[in-house]
């Protein structure tokens, strides 16, 4: 039998248990903070003399120079070719939906013009410099690169440079080969804490960006946060996340694998299946006792079932999709038979995969959409990251000489009742200005 708990809303305590569920402390403790505190003061005190030592320490390898942490473009247009051809056909399919979809997101200026001949709107400028925090090590992601980088380069963000550890020296060729197709423009062979520190204070190897997006282990997001201020970053994203919601119609092996697909990325990770037949839940059960056994990454799938992982029974599809909102999702299955009326009822999810045959997978990796998404139940209030999240916004103010005349008695009246002189004199004399 499988080990993943059953829940119901019928059940007197059904709130309390999912609250529990449901609850995440993705701070990291005293001792992680502070070592991360110690290498963000180091780094800035001594450079790249502190993030060589780092590196022969944290990734255990010896270069003899900083200049040796970078990693040239021809390395990474040698692994586009080494990899196989099957590879760099997959990559250049995900790149070309992940652009496409990015090219819809593209913010541009606007302004109008009041009848008495001021200006008012808003400027669009990309972000001058951006750093990408790529994992290394078991956990190297390709896709992460593309969904970071190639919006990013959508934006228009002039240069890109990006981060990745390399345990005991070793590169992933697969990760190279995705920075050369999604045009990354420097790439360093620094990782953790250090990298995170080295991107937002800079030195003189590593230049200071403006904001630092990514994904990490629990060392990178604490540095993240300490050095959010600085310079902007995405999230600090917690664990990934699934809950699906199927009215029984789905074939049980498709949902049970779709829990697994979140399950397996570590054990924190969460997997909630919520239907409203509770025959079809004994159904999926089956499937995951038959399945479970035939998946490479079994154990950490078990544990994460066993840890965080759910089947809740529903009175009906109205209470689930309450109850979606309220866990407020960072990947949303609606696999039920009229997937888009649904959807329409959902106010809290980072994506949404709409219909029997839309697995959560193929958001993770070439549907288009960006899979860096919000965890935690932050989906209440943030988004998927995207090109906006590369650009930033100016305001346009062009007073004529009619507006000021006009605008000025009211900056008048509203400043002089705050007490700040200053500013209802700046305005009256522009006032007054455009009168005489």
Known sequence: MADIRRLSTADADFSAQLQALLAWESVSDARVQGTVDTIIRDLRARGDEALLEYTRRFDRWEPARAADLEIPQARLAQAWEAIPAAQRVALETAAGRIRAYAEHQALSGWSYVEADGTLLGQKVTPLDRVGLYVPGGKAAYPSSVLMNAIPAKVAGVAELIMVVPTPAGELNELVLAAAHAA????????????????????TATVPAVDKIVGPGNIYVATAKRAVFGQVGIDMVAGPSEILILCDGGTAPEWIAMDLFSQAEHDEDAQSILVAWDPAYLDRVVAAIDRLLPTMERQAIIAAALRARGALILARDQDEAAALANQIAPEHL?????????????????????????????????????????????????????????????????????????TLSHTVSVLARGEGLTAHARSAEYRGEGSRG
């Open 183 to 202: 045009g990354v423009d420097r790439v360093f062979a620094v990782g953790g804490a250090q990298a995170v520190a080295a991107l937002a204070y800079g």
């Open 333 to 405: 299955e609606l696999s039920v038979a009229d997937p888009e009326t649904l959807a329409g009822r959902i106010r809290h999810a980072g994506a949404i995969f709409m219909g029997r045959h839309t697995a959560e997978a193929l958001g993770d990796y070439c549907a288009g959409p960006n899979h860096v998404l919000p965890t935690s139940r932050t989906a209440r209030f943030s988004s998927p990251l995207g090109v906006y999240d590369f650009q930033k916004r100016s305001s346009l103010i062009m007073a004529s000489a009619t507006g000021a005349a």
